[in-house]
């Protein structure tokens, strides 16, 4: 069948946006064409410095003919209706047909060619593609993200003709802007225009890009007894800016090697895109580089190589004295600017922030095993560098140079390596801090930054999420999950809302018992109530009682902003574990127990997937559900029965006996498994009522004729769910 080629050349597309590009264009390609009725066998996209590539193998030459039936109104229905429905499908009353009282329309339509559809596709796509920038350029309305040049478009070995704002498909493209032949040329298909591009030294996949990058520079690494520093998304840039990448060592001034090893990379691939080198088998970098050249230079790269040796030596003398003045001015003043540098304006200056984080990571040092006075320490200084002159330089070193410094400060090791690691891990792929000072100061900030910004109600709505607090949710679960740290999280959230808040309230009592307070902050959710009147008790030092109450319903706020924010956590959560193919139904029936230790959660997750992956779960959760649907139906006429299982009642059923027996021991098994913590255990406790509960199933009539029978086999259901629902919420498993 036909192929389509079609390539839209213009000026240098920006690097970050060709992989966007390919994937917009092979989405809006397909969704135009499945609308038209068109099918393929393979679509592919390619993007590159200077183009944008699509080709399509397997699509027919014309759409389909198609017959569609279309519903109307009534044949009873106001005038109106019915002329609306007319002008929708361009017919007359009488060509429509009527069936049960309702007019049809039948609407036969013949095939369009191929090209027709392809050309009004490329139309729209480009008057309509998403590019983050775009512009005009000349007297057209066109916008592009640089101005087009030539469109070609081949269907068939033919051209598709037609135009956008004046510029005409054909069958020309051009190669390199200085290595090819110095003129376009014509192709005929896919294999005819990729193997042309590769003889004008254009490479159209970024994977043989990046390919050829990696060969070239390992192997002028090798030649001189050197080895690459990875840096797969300096990679992903460097592929979008050359068509044929040629990589050069270059030698740069061994003295920059003083500098900070990270000063010297970042500088060399924020400003210059180049790739740092070092010595097999050491620490640290060479006084080596290599860049990546868009030629084949017949000096072999000698004088480009010369020449960007002089513009990184530029670069790191600046990062030199970036790095000799800041030294000279030391943390008290960097902490003094902060004071006067808005973190947000509902949220106070860096100072503020800083202080509660310090006074946080205080309340968590214990439940790492972290020193405490060391986790503040570290905390009132981790954001100090931020108004440093090489963070000003260089943002990407946040926390780096932090920790730089504080170990020429004298600072210990613990609190210079918490300064610089508390901002990890930044997303899925970063390494998590293992370091107690460290994970102490790393969730402080970013339990800060949920509960403030859940304080002021700028929560993640969709997909909009401008303060990055999922990912600070999920940097806050793998700090726990893999360092097995056992926190109430949602207790904490209440202590960052109080810090937050300045106490501002309660520290004003007399009596203020800060311990108390926190104690309260831990409670279960069922004890809300309780924490309430402990605060009134501690209110009543206060004179005033409009005030006594206003204090009241403050607490309780920070009571609910803990479990809002708790929620949150379980929702990223679920994420999490559902990536590692956990079902999130399972996760949401352990968080309704009101639990908020996620290394409890999660191996109770665990052993509850175990358990219902085995037949005597599926069953028993079987059994679950039934006798949820009973009890819900009895719900809805009363209150249903309660107090003790009667055993032994005048022509009691042997099941109905069996069961209340095995529900009473699986009671037993289960607590003393729960407080042990051994899930595996409790869902085994669990295992033992599958028989008893299949045969009372088939035996017994729950409803039955007899008031005393009946309450007492519901008492009995009632205790089944209970004691399953000590170990989950069976009923929010799906099966």
Not at 26 to 53: C, F, H, I
Not at 642 to 656: F, I, K, R, S, W
Request: proline residues 5%; aromatic residues 6%; contains cysteine.
């Amino acid at each position: 069948m036909p192929q389509l080629l079609l390539e839209i050349f213009s000026e240098e597309i920006p690097a970050r946006m060709q992989q966007g590009a390919a994937r917009d264009l092979e989405r809006m390609a397909s969704d135009r064409l499945k609308a038209a009725g068109l099918t393929w066998d393979a679509l592919t996209t390619y993007a590159g410095p200077r183009r944008l590539t699509l080709v399509i193998d397997g699509l027919p030459a014309a759409t389909p003919d198609r017959n569609e039936e279309l519903k109307g109104p009534k044949t009873s229905a106001p005038a109106q209706a019915l002329e609306g429905f007319l002008r929708k499908t361009g017919l007359t009353q009488d060509q429509l047909v009527e069936r049960d009282g309702v007019w049809f329309a039948e609407i036969s339509s013949k095939g369009r060619a191929t090209t027709a559809v392809v050309a009004e596709s490329v139309d729209d796509i480009i008057r309509h593609f998403p590019w983050p920038k775009s512009m005009r350029w000349g007297t057209g309305t066109l916008r592009w993200v640089r101005p087009i040049k030539r469109i070609l478009a081949l269907f068939d070995g033919a051209v598709i003709p037609f135009e956008v704002d004046g510029i005409p498909s054909g069958d020309v493209t051009e190669g390199h802007r200085f290595m090819g032949a110095g003129q376009p040329f014509a192709v005929k298909d896919f294999a005819d225009y990729r193997q042309k591009l590769e003889r004008n030294f254009v490479l159209l996949d970024a994977a043989d890009r990046k390919l050829r990058i990696l060969e070239g520079a390992n192997a002028v690494c090798a030649a001189r007894g050197l080895a690459l520093v990875d840096d797969d998304g300096l990679l992903d840039e460097v592929s979008g800016l050359a068509e044929w990448p040629t990589p050069i060592l270059g030698d740069m001034d061994p003295q920059f090697l003083a500098l900070p090893p990270e000063v010297v990379q970042l500088s060399m691939k924020v400003h210059q895109k180049y790739f740092a080198v070092r010595e097999p088998g050491k620490d640290g970098l060479a006084p080596h580089f290599v860049v990546v050249a868009n030629i084949e230079a017949t000096d072999k790269g000698a004088a480009v190589a010369a020449g960007n040796a002089k513009v990184l030596s530029a670069r790191l003398d600046d990062a030199r004295f970036f790095w000799d003045e800041d030294q000279k001015v030391g943390f008290d003043a960097w902490n003094d600017k902060l004071k006067g540098v808005t973190f947000h304006a509902k949220l106070g200056t860096l100072a503020e922030r800083v202080d509660r984080i310090a006074a946080l990571a205080r309340e968590i040092a214990p439940l790492v095993g972290a020193d405490a006075d060391q986790a503040e320490q570290a905390a009132r200084l981790s954001k100090a560098d931020l108004a440093s002159g090489m963070v000003g330089e260089f943002p990407e070193l946040q926390g780096i140079m932090g920790g730089y410094y504080a170990r020429l400060a004298g600072q210990p090791n613990a609190v210079a390596d918490a300064i610089r690691d508390h901002y990890k891990p930044q997303g899925p792929g970063d390494t998590v801090p293992t370091a107690p000072v460290t994970v102490a100061v790393a969730m402080a900030e970013k339990l800060d930054t949920l509960v403030g910004f859940f304080a002021i109600d700028e929560k993640p709505t969709g997909s909009k999420d401008p303060y990055a607090l999922r990912r600070a949710a999920l940097g806050v679960i793998r700090l726990v999950l893999e360092n097995g740290v056992r926190m109430p999280l949602q207790g904490m959230a209440f202590v960052a809302g109080e810090y937050l808040s300045g106490m501002r309230n309660l520290e004003k009592l007399p009596n203020y018992d800060r311990a108390s307070v926190v104690r309260m902050a831990v409670l279960g959710k069922e004890e809300v109530e309780a924490d309430r009147i402990r605060i009134a008790a501690m209110l009543d030092g206060a004179d005033d009682a409009d005030w006594r109450h206003g204090a009241l319903d403050y607490q309780a706020g920070l009571t609910q902003l803990g479990w809002d924010v708790l929620a949150f956590f379980a929702d990223r959560l679920t994420v999490l574990l559902r990536d590692k193919g956990q079902r999130h139904d399972l996760v949401a029936a352990v968080f309704a127990l009101g639990d908020d230790d996620l290394v409890r959660i999660v191996r109770r997750v665990e052993a509850l997937a175990a358990f219902l992956a085995m037949d005597d779960g599926a069953n028993l959760l079987a059994g679950y559900k039934r006798a949820a649907q009973l009890l819900k139906a009895e719900e809805k006429k009363g209150p249903l029965p309660e107090g003790a299982v009667a055993t032994g009642l005048p022509n009691q059923p042997e099941e109905e006996t069996a069961l209340a027996f095995a529900a009473a021991a699986a009671a037993s098994a289960v607590d003393a498994a729960l407080e042990a913590e051994d899930f595996a255990a409790a869902m085994t406790a669990l295992a033992a009522l599958r028989g008893p509960v299949d045969a009372f199933f088939t035996a017994v009539m729950v409803n039955s004729d007899v008031a005393e029978e009946r309450e007492n086999r519901l008492k009995l259901l009632g205790q089944v769910r209970g004691v399953m629902n000590r170990v989950a919420d069976f009923g929010q498993i799906a099966g």
